[in-house]
Nanobody, 123 residues
Framework: QVQLVESGGGLAQAGGSLRLSCAASGRTFSRLAIGWFRQAPGSEREFVSAISWNPDITLYADSVKGRFTISRDNAKNTVYLQMNSLKPEDTAVYYC????????????????WGQGTQVTVSS
């Protein structure tokens, strides 16, 4: 089993930044791919970013490419999502997920999910 806890969400102004953290416990974290997904009210859950376990391959949705950066610290069992140049359309609940199946852009490939953290961007 893997337990995931997201943190770092909150309220930001457009153009601002937030850093989300996904802390994991349980199975060997360094051998798991981690993905970030988000879900806005009335919308389906969508892929945001992912990082593989070896080598560190990173993926981004087109809507966040160039603004968001994903990274991992295996010593701390934590994955980060640095979000810069935030836009109101980034408002959503952000979830991190863990797994080792591909493709990483598919939410169905992940076995473990966190509870989510709310990100709200005001204009």
């Amino acid at each position: 089993q893997v337990q995931l806890v997201e943190s770092g969400g909150g309220l930001a102004q457009a153009g601002g930044s937030l850093r989300l953290s996904c802390a994991a416990s349980g199975r060997t974290f360094s051998r798991l791919a981690i993905g970030w997904f988000r879900q806005a009210p009335g919308s389906e859950r969508e892929f945001v970013s992912a990082i593989s376990w070896n080598p560190d391959i990173t993926l981004y949705a087109d809507s966040v490419k160039g603004r968001f950066t994903i990274s991992r610290d295996n010593a701390k069992n934590t994955v980060y999502l640095q979000m810069n140049s935030l836009k109101p359309e980034d408002t959503a609940v952000y979830y991190c997920a863990a797994g080792n199946k591909y493709p990483l852009v598919s939410s169905q490939r992940y076995d473990y999910w966190g509870q989510g953290t709310q990100v709200t961007v005001s204009s």
